[in-house]
């Protein structure tokens, strides 16, 4: 018979209980598998599988021939930099940091909001750093200067020392492309971001691996800034391409959401409707692409997965489980079929 996942986390949370009450800033053994069971009144295995589940998590760890022991007491700082470039009121950020808080508090994480004008003194070169947003080569040396553990949710491709965990923009790019030729179309066109950010010149790059090797496919690249307004006065251009190739099925992949809402505005306001006359795809999910009509296909990064690697390699660097220099994870993100994309 399996155990019931009510009765194991009611034990893992008076477990916890008294691992809390009990915790100190040495090791603190706890009872035998055995007593715990009668304590409980519930199997071994029930206990067994509790425990495993708590040293996953760092708040136990066994001993080889001496027992099942409470891991001291530590001070889980994080420091978090925000890039100079983040907006405040990005709403795919916004919600990363509140999915972020939310998981990291819970685990018993203290998070400390650092700016480049507050270099941390030597003491705080063990708390890990966690960058948001892009920042420059000379801003990384000087944290790399600082601090020992620099995690990122972008990619830096120059810098091995930065642990990175990212969604795979490239992936993003090919597979945009991959949904367009798959629908037919034969004319595609790629609103890109500036070069000089990771993210979009990934997402251009396995656009363009995609539809390179497709030889009846025309396809053309334009460049502009990653908001409402390129996307909008990009519009002019793209309908110049819609009113030349009359017998083309035209497809655009959009660097982000807002450069393909402002894209469809400027359409609309044209008479050519995304969905019913050429295909639009975005990506980031925002909010306002399931407001706008038509809905907007786009692609949704998987936040929930982003914020667990974090948190799994924070807790491997407070609890010195193992190495993490080396880490790399790419988390793949949803193709999300609205409105916008033609059959």
């Known amino acids: 018979m399996g155990i019931s996942p009510l009765v194991k986390e009611k034990i893992k949370e008076e477990l ?19 007593e715990l069971a ?46 100079p470039d983040l907006k405040s009121d990005d709403p795919f950020y916004s919600k990363f940091f509140v999915e972020l808080t939310n998981k ?6 203290n998070l400390n909001f650092i700016s480049m004008d507050r270099i941390a003194r030597k003491k705080d070169k063990e708390v890990p750093v966690l960058i948001i947003g892009v920042i420059n080569d000379g801003t990384i040396e000087k944290l790399k200067n600082n601090f020992r553990y620099l995690i990122s949710i972008e990619q830096y491709f120059n810098h091995d020392e930065i642990i990175q965990i990212s969604v795979d923009d490239y992936r993003i790019g090919w597979s945009a492309a991959e949904a367009l030729i798959k629908r037919n ?3 595609i066109i790629h609103l890109c971001g500036p070069e000089r950010y990771t993210a979009p010149r990934l997402r251009k790059l396995g656009f363009w691996d995609r539809v390179k090797i497709e030889p009846k496919v025309k396809y053309e690249i334009i460049e ?6 390129s996307g909008y006065e990009l519009g002019e251009k793209v309908l110049e391409i819609f009113n030349k190739e009359k017998r ?9 959401d807002w450069m393909a809402i402002g894209l469809m505005q400027r359409l609309k ?5 995304a969905g019913r006359d050429l295909s639009v795809i975005g990506c980031d999910d925002v909010p306002l692409s399931t407001e706008v009509v038509p809905n907007l296909t786009t692609f949704k990064w998987d936040i929930e997965k982003i914020v667990e690697e974090i948190l799994g390699v924070l807790s491997d660097i407070i609890n010195k489980r193992k190495s993490v220099f080396d880490k790399r994870v790419l988390v793949p993100a949803e193709f999300v079929i609205r409105q916008t994309l033609m059959d």
């Open 269 to 273: 306001e044209a008479g050519v409707i």
């Open 248 to 256: 083309s099925k035209i497809g655009i992949f959009a660097a982000n």
């Open 104 to 109: 990291l508090t819970k685990k018993g994480f």
């Open 185 to 187: 179309h034969d004319y």
């Open 224 to 229: 502009g800034k990653m908001n409402y307004k």
């Open 16 to 34: 916890l209980k008294i691992i809390e009450s009990s915790r100190k800033d040495d090791y603190v053994k706890i009872s035998s598998e055995r």
């Open 38 to 83: 009668q304590i409980f009144a519930v199997s071994r295995t029930t206990i067994r599988s509790v425990i495993k589940e708590l040293i996953e998590e760092g708040m136990l760890v066994q001993i080889q021939g001496k027992g099942t022991y409470i891991t001291p007491k530590t001070e889980k700082f994080v420091y978090v930099l925000n890039s």
